[in-house]
């Protein structure tokens, strides 16, 4: 086993839970598995006038307690492995936050960077086209990613509508308001692990107010968690790295001047109030780190000089097995994933409430309700650590894993 195969990470983890749990081989051997997968060609005309064939992928990873769900990440690295790790780990992120939904993940290999914004609509609906079929809002419901954005969607769910004559905004989920998307969507990633920073913080007895930071990735997620870790935990965010480079300022950054100054640039370096950092910025004698990128950043070989308290993975999947043994033994609090970055999928649950009662709620009251959801699976969490004395993000697998499991006896598929 490959441990930089984010897929052969999804399942050792659960191979962990599963010996703990007791579950019997058939059990297992579902979990293991994404239930389906469909695999498809997306020819698009390019602006020049040739024909590129996109590769693109729909995983349902399980659907024993309700309709698959997931992101869609359009990524040059993109793999059919990485697709089944990020569609395992939407199962147990659904179950852990005990909403009536599966996990599923798609992906196309592209880099969004190098299309206009025809050929980005082209690729959009031409996943659709090659979806329409197996996604659904009753069997599975996709919703941005890496490099997806409120735009794709809209294009997603116009093209599922021609497809189908019909409207059905709760196919995909993640849209802008104005077609359908919930108030407090777009940073609803963040804002729910900046709640969960904040519940690990009162656990542990920290005051995080005036605290140092540092936050890896500046997309939706990343961007967003600088704003809310200053504005709701008085955080200070001393240093930011995207795929381009890293920033350092030990005052912080202004969050509303650096979001313009990406959307300009496309990138935060070289961002007039910061100097570039000459330390690897996860390794920073900061209080929280807020991986917000990718897959396996924190690994065997570097989680010894990890030096925060906290760890807040916004990220899905950025710490390597190897690496949550060594920060559990060095008493570094791990905010697993499949918590830790569920505010998004959450909100995309209420989202889909909203679409099919047809009725909206303010934004106070998906923020409210987020709250609500988060703290009492932070207490889930900490109650089967305590017991069990295990590190969080196996205590979020035992919680997560076993619910799905109760729903696949139900069904008697087990
Ligand atoms: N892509 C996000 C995730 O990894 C959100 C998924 C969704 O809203 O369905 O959790």
Redesign the pocket.
Known sequence: MTKENPFAVAQHQLDVAAELLGLDEATHEILRWPLRELHFLIPVHMDDGSTHVFRGFRVQHNDARGPA?????FHPNETIDTVRA?AS??TW??SMLDLP?GG??GGVICDPRQLSQGELERVSRGFIRAAARFIGAHKD??????F?TPQIMAWMVDEYEIITGEHEPSVI??KPVEIGGSLG?AD??ARGGIIATREAAAHLGLDLSGKTAIVQGYGNVGSYTHKLATELLGLKVVAIGDMYGSIYNENGFDSQALMSFVRQNGTIVDFPESEPLDEPLLEMDVDVIFPAATEGVITGENADRVKAKIVAEMA?GPTLPEADEILFNRGIYLIP?IFC??G??????F?QVQNTYGYYWSEAEVNQRLETKMVHAFQEISQMAAKRRIHNRLAAYLVAVERVVKAMKLRSWV
């Open positions: 769900k997931g992101g869609i990440r990020l780990w939407m992120k659904t939904l599923a993940k419901v996709p919703a941005p990613d890496v997806t989920t993640g969507r609803a990633t899905n994933d970055n569920a998004g999928v959450t909100v995309s649950y989202e």
